[in-house]
């Protein structure tokens, strides 16, 4: 069974930063595209970023480009995301999704794929 931990959310000022970890337990982690969501109250659940398992090839979203950065350990099956210059807009809750994938495949869609962790929540507020 595939099980997806994300940590590192907290409540922090605009500007600051935050690291954002996902531990992937129960899969072959070194095949698996990697993706980070967030959802904001009242709203859809929106793409942040994507990595490829060979590459690897990264997505990121217009709003997050050039702030955030999303890597990957696979020697401890742990996928991150960096947030730099965090602005309001930000506040969310984000969550870590992983599928089996081809080698340069990095789903922009949460449609693309089955397993997810539980969320952390990201506030970002003076």
């Known amino acids: 069974q595939v099980q997806l931990v994300e940590s590192g959310g907290g409540l922090v000022q605009p500007g600051d930063s935050l690291r954002l970890s996902c531990i992937v337990s129960?899969?072959?982690?070194?095949?698996?595209?990697l993706g980070w969501f967030r959802q904001a109250p009242g709203k859809e659940r929106e793409f942040v970023a994507s990595?490829?398992?060979?590459?690897?090839?990264?997505y990121y979203s217009d709003s997050v480009q050039g702030r955030f950065t999303i890597s990957r350990d696979n020697a401890n099956n742990t996928a991150y995301l960096q947030m730099n210059t965090l602005k309001p807009e930000d506040t969310a809750v984000y969550y870590c999704?992983?599928?089996?994938?081809?080698?340069?495949?990095?789903?922009?869609?949460?449609?693309?794929?089955?397993?997810w962790g539980q969320g952390t929540q990201v506030t970002v507020s003076s």
């Open positions: 999704a992983a599928e089996p994938s081809g080698p340069w495949d990095a789903s922009e869609s949460p449609n693309g794929y089955r397993h």
């Open positions: 990595i490829s398992w060979s590459g690897p090839r990264i």
């Open positions: 129960g899969a072959t982690f070194k095949y698996y595209a």
